[in-house]
């Protein structure tokens, strides 16, 4: 989750405004996802997120 949050700031400067992001099991912090899977892979569940970087998804969340 540390890595996450340290490649936010990056994405937001350097990804096209068309790119797409996909998380594994740890959302990226401030950045609301487009969608999120629940995946049940032999038992075991994990979640999938997928973000776009457009103009709205840039503005950062406010967690309360």
Do not use: C
Request: aromatic share 10%; proline share 11%.
């Amino acid at each position: 989750p540390e890595m996450n949050r340290a490649l936010v700031p990056k994405m937001i400067r350097e990804l096209k405004p068309s790119a797409r992001v996909v998380a594994h099991d740890f959302p990226l912090p401030g950045i609301k996802p487009t969608k999120r899977e629940k995946i049940n892979h032999n038992g075991v569940f994990h979640y999938v997120y997928l973000y776009n970087f457009d103009k709205q998804s840039r503005l950062p969340v406010k967690r309360f």
